[in-house]
C-alpha cells in the first residue's frame, strides 16, 4: 500500500430520522482534528423532519469549505418501516451532496467500529472514548456526534492509502444552464443542419 499525505476536510454524518449527528474533520498531513460538530434533534411528522434536515444539511455546507461527504451506509434492519424512515434521512444529505458535485462516500457501521476500536461489535461508549482519544478531545462528544467523527476519520484513513476508497455516488457534469440565448442559438445550429442536409 502507499501512503499518502493527505490535506482534507470531510463532513461526516450519522443519520437518523430523530436526531443526526454530524462532524468536521480536517487533516493537514499528520494532523487530524475536529472542526466542529454536534447532534440536531427533528421534530415532526417524517416530511417536516426531512425537511429540517435538508436545511440543517445546507447550512453545514455553506458554513464549511469540505471536499467529500461520508455517511454510514444502509444496513439491514430488523424492522421494514424503521429500515425505509432510515432510507429516506439518507437520502437527504446525499441528494444534496450530489447537487453540489460533491463526492459521497459510504461506510459500514460495523466497518467504522472495527477501524476505531478494533470490533465491529463495539458498544456506543466504546466508540465515545476512542474517537475522543484520537482527536485528543477533552470532552466526550454526544454518541450521534462520536458516530460521525468517526465515520469522517474512517473516510480519511482510507484516503491516506492510495485508492482505498471511491464515491459511492457518481458526480455527473452539470448541464450548461438553458437561457433564452442558449435556446436560440442551439435553434439556428439545428437549423442550419437540416439545411445542409437537404441540399
Known amino acids: 500500500m502507499i501512503l499518502h499525505t493527505i490535506d ?3 463532513l461526516g454524518v ?3 430520522s430523530r436526531k443526526f449527528g454530524w462532524a468536521v474533520v480536517q487533516q493537514r498531513g499528520k ?3 475536529r472542526l466542529a460538530g454536534g447532534v440536531v434533534r427533528l421534530n415532526g411528522e417524517l416530511p417536516e423532519r426531512l ?3 435538508l436545511t440543517n444539511m445546507t447550512a453545514l455546507l455553506d458554513a464549511h469549505v469540505v ?3 461520508a455517511i454510514e451506509s444502509a444496513f439491514v434492519h430488523a424492522n421494514p418501516r424503521t429500515a425505509l424512515v432510515l432510507g429516506q434521512a439518507r437520502g437527504v444529505p446525499i441528494a444534496l451532496a450530489a447537487a453540489r458535485s460533491l463526492p459521497v462516500f459510504e461506510y ?3 466497518a467504522v467500529k472495527r477501524a476505531i476500536v478494533g470490533s465491529g461489535r463495539a458498544e456506543k461508549h466504546q466508540m465515545q472514548h ?3 482519544a484520537t482527536l485528543g478531545l477533552t470532552d466526550l462528544p454526544a454518541e450521534d456526534e462520536a458516530d460521525a467523527l468517526a465515520i469522517a476519520v474512517m473516510h480519511l484513513r482510507q484516503q491516506t492509502f492510495a485508492g482505498q476508497a471511491r ?3 457518481k458526480i455527473a457534469a452539470a448541464a450548461p444552464l438553458m437561457t433564452p440565448a442558449r435556446a436560440a442559438y442551439l435553434q439556428a445550429v439545428n437549423q442550419a443542419k437540416a439545411t445542409r442536409r437537404s441540399r
Open 130 to 132: 476512542m474517537i475522543a
Open 108 to 110: 459500514a457501521p460495523a
Open 31 to 33: 494532523l487530524v482534528q
Open 51 to 53: 425537511g429540517e434536515i
Open 8 to 10: 482534507m476536510t470531510v
Open 167 to 169: 464515491p459511492s455516488v
Open 67 to 69: 471536499q467529500a461527504l
Open 14 to 16: 450519522d443519520p437518523g
